[in-house]
């Protein structure tokens, strides 16, 4: 097994499937990448191989006896499917510590399972919209994007968690253009690719066909889009996003920006369902975590699927050693 640093896996929400899936994650990867989980042991399936380890650098030689476990202690037992208030200092606290290993270089990469913010809210006062809000608090970064990647496609909505009907106010120019050269900036850096190619998706049926379905690609969006070109940027659109997303359109590009959230994740979950990947743009450290929430319904019964789990630690694990 390779001494290289390994990928910090924080531990998510208790009573959700996180604790099930960690270590199946372990018994799929442990003779390809090492990682270690950061959570509190007692919460973990019962007759989990599992080793506790006191720093990050000895998570690759306990790879081979179990799955490698930095104690972060919560009180009282696991409940799946029954969130814990009392539990959420912990979890925040893994999270922070996850934070704090990669940016120090003992890790390499960081991987979130997944949250619940109302117990985080109820139980730590948790004041974030959400989980990359908190590591952009924690990083010390105002903007961050986030990207959804599988090896069909990747797609970074500009707009995410808002409803529909405010989109278009809060898709302005200076967001977009952001968003654009974040995620320009990311595939560089952290997918080495060299010279970008980025696919814009209109806000509008038809990309507005001309004006007549909506005048924002013509007033400023394909305005914009010409000027980052002139400062070098391999960009193309508006372009309607009902073409966007076959094999012969998704050939063309690197990356696919989209306007809203839909938008974005239909054809990726439509494509790669249980295997897409959450990368968080724009911060100075590689996050990645599973396309999929809590689900509380099937926690502690085992019937929760990896695969998105496996495919973000192994992203981790690739992008981190790069």
Not at 134 to 144: K, M, P, Q, R, T
Not at 239 to 252: I, K, N, S, V, Y
């Amino acid at each position: 097994m390779t001494t290289e640093r390994p990928v910090a896996l924080s531990c998510g929400e208790p009573a959700g499937i996180g604790p099930d899936l960690a270590p199946r994650l372990w018994q799929a990867l442990k003779d390809e990448m090492s990682f270690f989980w950061i959570g509190e042991p007692e919460h973990l399936p019962q007759g989990c191989p599992r080793v506790q380890i006191n720093s990050p650098e000895q998570a690759p030689a306990a790879m081979a006896r179990g799955l490698p476990v930095l104690h972060e202690p919560m009180p009282g037992p696991r409940r799946p499917g029954q969130p814990d208030p009392a539990h959420a200092a912990g979890v925040l606290k893994a999270i922070a510590r996850g934070v704090a290993l990669v940016q120090s270089g003992a890790a390499c990469a960081l991987t979130t399972l997944p949250i619940h913010k109302k117990a985080l809210k109820d139980g730590a006062g948790f004041a974030f919209a959400g989980h990359t809000e908190y590591l952009a608090h924690l990083a010390g970064v105002e903007h961050v994007v986030m990207m959804l990647a599988s090896d069909e496609l990747r797609v970074v909505p500009a707009t995410i968690h808002i409803p529909l009907a405010d989109v278009p106010a809060a898709l302005t120019p200076a967001r977009l253009r952001r968003t654009v050269e974040i995620t320009h900036h990311a595939l560089q850096a952290q997918f080495k690719i060299a010279a970008p190619r980025l696919a814009v998706a209109g806000l509008n049926p038809h990309a507005g066909e001309g004006g007549t379905m909506g005048r924002q690609e013509q007033d400023w969006i394909a305005p914009l889009l010409d000027q980052m070109r002139a400062e070098g940027l391999n960009l193309l659109g508006p372009l309607p996003a009902d073409t966007l997303f076959h094999a012969e359109a998704r050939a063309r590009y690197d990356a696919a920006i989209c306007m809203y959230h839909d938008q974005a994740l239909i054809p990726i979950k439509t494509l790669a369902f249980d295997r897409g990947v959450n990368i968080t743009l724009g911060l100075p450290f590689l996050r990645s975590s599973p396309d999929h929430g809590t689900a509380f319904d099937i926690a502690g019964t085992g019937a929760a699927n990896p695969r998105s789990s496996i495919e973000a630690l192994r992203l981790a694990w690739h992008m981190g050693r790069r």
